[in-house]
C-alpha cells in the first residue's frame, strides 16, 4: 500500500507543529536534525522534507508519520501531546540555567577561599557568563541522554 503524502498540506502542518512547540525555526531545526533554512523551506513547501525529517517531525508532535502528512492538521490534533513536552523543555532549560549559576557560585566562593581573593568583582562576572552558558550546555546534553 502505498503512503499517502499531501504535499498541499505539509508545509502548514510543518509550521503547526513548531508553532505548538513555541520555537523558533532554528531550535526546531536543531530538535529535526536540521538547519533554520531547512525548516523555512519545509514550511515554505520550497523543499518537501526527507523521511527521516518527517518522521522526527511526527514524534515531536506524538502522531505518525502518516497522520502529519495525510491532511491538513488543527491544533486539537497535536496541542495535547505537545503541551506537556512544551512545559517540560522551557522548566528543564530554566533548572539547567540555575543549576549552571550555581555551579559558577561555588566555584567562586571556592577561588576566593583559596587564596584567590584579589580577583575583580567584573571578572567574576565576565567569568560567570561564559561559564554558565558552558556549563547550561552540558547539562542540557546530559539531560537529552537522560
Known amino acids: 500500500m502505498t503512503k499517502v503524502i499531501n504535499l498541499d498540506n505539509l508545509p502548514s ?4 507543529v513548531r508553532n505548538e512547540l513555541d520555537a523558533s525555526q532554528d531550535e526546531f531545526g536543531k530538535l529535526i536534525g536540521a538547519t533554520k533554512a531547512m525548516v523555512f523551506n519545509f514550511e515554505k ?27 491538513k492538521l488543527q491544533p486539537k490534533d497535536i496541542s495535547v501531546r505537545i503541551g506537556r513536552s512544551v512545559d517540560n523543555t522551557k522548566t528543564v532549560k530554566l533548572l ?3 543549576l549552571a549559576h550555581n555551579i ?20 567574576i562576572f565576565t567569568a ?13 546534553k546530559e539531560m537529552k541522554n537522560f
Open 13 to 16: 502542518n510543518i509550521a503547526l
Open 45 to 71: 513547501g520550497f523543499t518537501p522534507p526527507k523521511p527521516k525529517f518527517i518522521e522526527a517531525i511526527a514524534t515531536l508532535a506524538g502522531i505518525t508519520p502518516e497522520f502529519l502528512t495525510s491532511k
Open 96 to 98: 539547567a540555567t540555575i
Open 104 to 123: 559558577i557560585i561555588i566555584k567562586t566562593l571556592c577561588a576566593l577561599n583559596g587564596g584567590k581573593s584579589k580577583i575583580k568583582v567584573s571578572e
Open 128 to 140: 560567570s557568563i561564559k561559564d554558565v552558558e558552558i556549563e547550561t550546555e552540558k547539562i542540557l
